[in-house]
């Protein structure tokens, strides 16, 4: 059982930065590819980045290409989400997280999930 708590979130004006937490309970974090989703009203839940379980690999939604940065300290059972360059639609509630399959997680097949954090970049 794998337990998420998101941090970071907050009101930011276009063009600022926001650095997303995901603190992780467990053991066996390293063991899990983490991943970073995110949902606007009205609109379904969809895939921001991911970072496999030694941070070699990371995979990013093409609307966020250049500007997030995803990361992970596994000693410290935490997954990172640098926003820069934000925009308006970048607005959402964000969610972190965790499966055993890298693969599955890019398809949006994960295990857990935590409550999510609230993302407003006004215009």
């Known amino acids: 059982q794998v337990q998420l708590v998101e941090s970071g979130g907050g009101l930011v004006q276009a063009g600022g930065s926001l650095r997303l937490s995901c603190a992780a309970s467990g053991r066996t974090f390293s063991r899990y590819a983490m991943g970073w989703f995110r949902q606007a009203p009205g609109k379904e839940r969809e895939f921001v980045a991911a970072i496999s379980g030694g941070g070699g690999s990371t995979s990013y939604a093409d609307s966020v290409k250049g500007r997030f940065t995803i990361s992970r300290d596994n000693a410290k059972n935490t997954v990172y989400l640098q926003m820069n360059s934000l925009k308006p639609e970048d607005t959402a509630v964000y969610y972190c997280?965790?499966?055993?399959?890298?693969?599955?997680?890019?398809?949006?097949?994960?295990?857990?999930w935590g409550q999510g954090t609230q993302v407003t970049v006004s215009s």
């Open positions: 997280a965790a499966d055993g399959s890298w693969v599955d997680l890019l398809k949006a097949e994960y295990d857990y």
